[in-house]
Nanobody
Framework: QVQLAESGGGLVQPGGSLRLSCAASGSIFSISVMGWYRQAPGKQRELVAAIASGGSTNYADSVRGRFTISRDNAKNTVYLQMNSLKPEDTAVYYC??????????WGQGTQVTVSS
């Protein structure tokens, strides 16, 4: 089992920045990819960004160039730096960890609200 603990959400004005953190514990040797998903009210959960253990990254088109995902393997932590935030980025953000056998683990979610 893998446990994921998120932090860093909150309220920010349009154009502002936030950094989300997600610390993994438990059977961390089983993790190959870590990432962030988000779910806005009335919408499906969508991938925001992901990073593999080797460092390769993948971003949703809507956040590419504004968000940066990074990973500290020594601390078993993944980060999401979010810049130039827009109201449409408002959602609950979920940390995700995936094993090579496609077992998914989820954090409890952290609210990000972009509003003036």
């Amino acid at each position: 089992q893998v446990q994921l603990a998120e932090s860093g959400g909150g309220l920010v004005q349009p154009g502002g920045s936030l950094r989300l953190s997600c610390a993994a514990s438990g059977s961390i040797f089983s993790i190959s990819v870590m990432g962030w998903y988000r779910q806005a009210p009335g919408k499906q959960r969508e991938l925001v960004a992901a990073i593999a253990s080797g460092g390769s990254t993948n971003y949703a088109d809507s956040v590419r160039g504004r968000f940066t995902i990074s990973r500290d393997n020594a601390k078993n932590t993944v980060y999401l730096q979010m810049n130039s935030l827009k109201p449409e980025d408002t959602a609950v953000y979920y940390c995700n960890a995936r094993s090579p056998s496609l077992v998914y683990y989820w954090g409890q979610g952290t609210q990000v609200t972009v509003s003036s």
